[in-house]
């Protein structure tokens, strides 16, 4: 490893699941990142789905895509948003489900000799050998075992960590565990208890953690630190309370003022800088003081589960620290919009529609497009929001009434989105595939594309610059067939892939109507933004502060 010792840090959850130990490792992440170590994170799932490709977004939250076409959990959208120096990839984040299919591969190559397959030490020796992967060319890798301590499923990756703990010695590796201290309003106190029994479970696998963060709605006293100290075995400094944050890029400031960086640093024995600190700062002090606010409708489907557009939100949030905006996210369902219910819209300043896949709901999709553009309201499209803004447009504008998607109607008369390899015979009127391209087209384009915007275009002019890369997660394309008859009638296309493949439309007659095939909130920072959520949030602002005016003169 070129000579650099790697340290390992283990974060485990217990008492309960969702306290958010991907928030606490992605902000110890920050703060090593800070103190200039290089810093790598590794999310291990302990469920059997190879990935979180298949699963819906109403049981698990959003699908994160890394830059290499990776489908991830979640959490490592907070990796990438706190971590600018760490980009992730398919290897930071792995399932029980992929561990299993893995060694089963190597069993049937023949790779284990005959041996007798088992958990210890075949499965172990996977997990740990993906873990000591990550570390080269890294200061320190922090690692999330997701599940919560006691669970069945998440006992092998402990048992790996447990031995990867004695083979790179104890002053390499550090165990940080996250559990819940409730408070109890009948008895008027927190409740150490569960976290006694939590890190009593883990001790009972000869696991110790080294840090005991703790969660908690009310301020941890003393002596409840103290008491939490004694009977976990864990220094009472490094007891360390997480009281909740307004906002989750607060977490970074509060866990070093508790000091929790410091203990990591001291037990590796590293001489490194203080933690620089001032860009968090900012991002707090913009989120929480905003000059100006506005409310957007956000048309979608997944409404079940607030982390199904976990990356979307987080992408309008860092918009609003980059315009000192308050911005109101209203969420609307699709299917209502569907029926014809338009009332959710008619007060926001702004429409965005974001991706998703299938039949529900995409006709109220298609309804949003035809709502913003009609009133002239400020819309941003992502994904399956460009293609109902372009079925829209051929629909309500070009007069091809019929015209839909292949995925919605594979036989429709006009489709004008399909997929890549799809073709129509305009005699019989059938659809078809090019010969050997039964599985092009067919199959997800997935991660980092490159994406060329055209001279004179709004998207040009947001990104100031003549080339991006952006992350796709979808399979069907617009039809270049009907782009000329289209941009004769008004819709320019703004960016187009190496394969000219349709990227980025707008509509230059509207105040500002952006609508783009691959999804920008995977690649938008706290500290960085995005161009065009806040280009987009820009152009609410100016149509909420019209409506003031207007409102204002009415009233005059």
Request: glycine share 8%; with cysteine; net charge negative.
């Amino acid at each position: 490893m070129g000579g650099i010792t790697t340290h390992y840090i283990f974060v485990t959850g217990g008492v309960v699941s969702s306290l958010g130990k991907g928030i606490v490792t992605a902000s110890l992440g920050a703060l090593l990142e800070a103190r200039r170590l290089r810093v790598n994170i590794l999310k291990m799932d302990p469920y059997i789905n190879v990935d979180p490709g298949t699963m819906n977004p109403s049981q698990h939250g959003e699908v994160f895509v890394t830059a290499d076409g990776a489908e991830t959990d979640l959490d490592l959208g907070h990796y990438e948003r706190f971590v600018r120096g760490s980009r992730m990839s398919q290897s930071n984040n792995f399932t029980t489900g992929s561990v299993y299919a893995e060694v089963i591969r190597k069993e049937r190559r023949g790779d284990y000799l005959g041996r007798t397959v088992q958990v210890i030490p075949h499965i172990t020796d996977e997990i740990k050998r993906r873990i000591l992967a990550l570390g080269e060319d890294h200061d320190a890798v922090i690692v999330e075992i997701g599940g919560t301590v006691g669970d069945i499923e998440s006992q092998p990756f402990l048992e790996a960590a447990r031995q990867l703990r004695l083979e790179v010695g104890a002053r390499n590796a550090l165990f940080i565990h996250l559990t819940l201290v409730p408070w109890l309003p009948t008895a008027g106190e927190l409740k150490t208890k569960p976290t006694q029994n939590s890190v009593k479970e883990l001790r009972s696998i000869s696991l110790q953690p080294e840090i005991q963060v703790c969660r908690s709605t009310e301020p941890l006293p003393r002596d409840a630190r103290a008491k939490i100290a004694l009977f976990t075995n864990v220094e009472e400094r490094a007891v360390v309370p997480l009281e909740d944050a307004d906002c989750i890029y607060e977490i970074p400031l509060l866990l070093n003022r508790q000091g929790l960086d410091k203990i990591v640093v001291e037990h590796f024995g590293r001489s490194c800088a203080s933690a620089d600190l001032g860009e968090w700062e900012r991002v707090v002090d913009h989120l929480t003081n905003p000059l100006r606010k506005t409310a957007i409708a956000l048309v979608g489907k997944y409404l079940d589960v607030p982390d199904a557009y976990k990356s979307l939100a987080e992408a309008i949030a860092h918009a609003g620290i980059q315009t000192r905006t308050e911005v109101e996210v209203r969420y609307v369902d699709a299917e209502e919009i569907e029926q014809g219910d338009d009332s959710a819209l008619a007060d926001v300043h702004a429409i965005l529609v974001p991706g998703g896949f299938g039949e529900r709901g995409f006709e109220g999709k298609v309804r949003a497009a035809r709502y913003a553009r009609e009133r002239n309201l400020p819309y941003l499209g992502i994904c399956y929001g460009l293609h109902a803004a372009v079925i829209d447009f051929a629909r309500n504008v070009a007069g091809y009434d019929n015209a839909n998607s292949t995925e919605i109607n594979p036989n429709t008369r006009d489709p004008v989105i399909g997929l890549v390899s799809e073709w129509r015979d305009e005699t019989t009127g059938e659809m078809h595939r090019r010969d050997g391209d039964e599985d092009r087209g067919g199959t997800m384009r997935l991660g980092e594309q490159g994406c060329r915007l055209m001279d004179g275009t709004l998207a040009r002019n947001l990104y100031a610059t003549g080339t991006v890369s952006e992350r796709h997660r979808h399979r069907y394309e617009v039809n270049d067939h009907y782009i000329s008859e289209f941009e004769s009638l008004g819709l320019k296309v703004a960016g187009r892939s190496d394969e000219q493949l349709v990227e980025m439309i707008e509509l230059p007659g509207q105040d500002w109507f952006v609508a783009c095939q691959f999804h920008p909130e995977f690649t938008s920072s706290p500290r960085d933004g995005h161009p065009l959520f806040r280009g987009f949030i820009e152009a609410a602002n100016r149509h909420a502060a019209a409506v003031a005016t207007s409102a204002q003169a009415a009233a005059d």
